[in-house]
């Protein structure tokens, strides 16, 4: 188990996270923190100075459809769920100050 991390460490992390504990989970992330801290040191122990950095570990291919034309939702359909309308445009608060 890791030396350096403690009750103190838990308890600090989960609120950085903003997760309340209850009592009993605190040994149990403890321990399972403790677990992931010991195998990335593991893993600094790997020799990895002839290993080219890569953005991901598998090599990704283009995932986007092609651009097809299509008929747009007719301006009646697309409004007549809205909370305010013009009849021609959505209606919503200003947020942006106009002044300086």
């Known amino acids: 188990m ?6 103190g460490t838990v308890l ?3 609120r950085l996270a ?3 504990l209850v ?3 605190i040994d149990d992330y403890l321990q399972k923190l403790s677990t992931i801290l010991d ?3 593991q893993l600094k122990e790997v020799p990895t100075d002839d290993v080219e950095p890569m ?3 598998v090599e990704l291919n283009n995932v986007f459809r092609d651009d097809t034309v299509v008929p ?6 697309a409004l007549s769920n809205a909370p305010k309308t013009d ?3 959505f209606l919503v608060p200003q947020i942006i100050d106009s002044g300086s």
């Open 2 to 7: 890791s030396t350096s991390l403690d009750r």
């Open 12 to 14: 600090r992390v989960a």
């Open 18 to 20: 903003r997760l309340r």
């Open 23 to 25: 009592e009993s989970e």
């Open 39 to 41: 195998y990335v040191e």
């Open 55 to 57: 953005a991901h570990a």
């Open 72 to 77: 747009s939702l007719p301006r009646e359909l």
């Open 87 to 89: 009849g021609k445009f």
